[in-house]
């Protein structure tokens, strides 16, 4: 079975980093999909990482370690707008996604 | 270009009803994807279409039918409406189901099942 685990709230001050850790077990891997959802709104592409490492684009970050079946987004200088919730999603050996319940991310001013 | 369109929007249903939630996508991706999103659950996989003309089930398909006549198509049926149905309801598409290829999402249909 997958098994994808992610912190349910998390809540930060504009101008902050905060760093969303997710943790994964599935049959056979493939590699590692954020996607980002505001509130009523359809799931986003953020990030893939398929091998270890720290991939960067922009404010955010995304990293993965395949020994440690471990990954984590990384925003940087929050802005009002990045108040969402953010989906960690494994892809398995069938190349379907599993998904985590989400991280509720509030930013404050 | 619309990407992913789904209609209704949301709906109201009595259980026991049949209701067919429709998708479609203007990209000619292979792939397609029916997702239920639940609170405290996450998205779980209903059915999915590889190409047009096969499906698959998913993780939760009990009680939902799909068919893919055409690319572009990819309606979910609820045979018999039950509460547990209630749900937001996603379609996604993908260029091909055999790699690391991003899904792409609708604007999903919140569906009530009374």
């Known amino acids: 079975g997958q098994n994808i685990d992610q912190p349910t709230e998390m809540t930060a001050t504009e101008g902050a980093i905060v760093q969303i850790n997710c943790t994964y077990q599935?049959?056979?891997?493939?590699?590692l999909f954020w996607y980002q959802q505001h509130a009523g709104e359809a799931p986003t592409f953020l990030s893939y990482?398929?091998?270890?490492g720290l991939e960067e684009k922009g404010r955010f970050s995304s990293f993965l370690s395949r020994s440690k079946g471990y990954s984590y987004l990384l925003l940087k200088e929050l802005q009002m707008k990045d108040s969402a919730s953010y989906l960690c999603a494994a892809l398995s050996n069938d190349y379907k996604l599993s998904f985590g319940a989400g991280t509720t991310v509030t930013v404050r001013a | 270009i619309a990407g992913i369109t789904q209609a209704p929007t949301s709906q109201i249903l009595a259980a026991g009803r049949r209701m067919t939630l429709r998708c479609t996508q203007d990209?000619?991706?292979?792939?397609m994807y029916w997702y239920r999103q639940d609170l405290g659950l996450g998205l779980r996989l209903i059915h999915y279409s590889n190409t047009a003309g096969t499906t698959g089930k998913g993780e939760v398909p009990d009680g939902y039918s799909v068919s893919r006549a055409n690319t572009d198509d990819f309606p979910l049926t609820l045979a018999s409406a039950v509460p547990s149905q209630t749900s937001v309801y996603f379609c996604?598409?993908?260029?091909?189901?055999?790699?690391?290829?991003?899904?792409?999402f609708g604007p999903g249909t919140r569906l009530t099942v009374l």
């Open positions: 996604a598409s993908s260029e091909t189901s055999g790699g690391a290829d991003t899904q792409y």
């Open positions: 990209m000619r991706h292979n792939a």
């Open positions: 990482n398929v091998l270890d």
């Open positions: 599935t049959s056979g891997f493939n590699g």
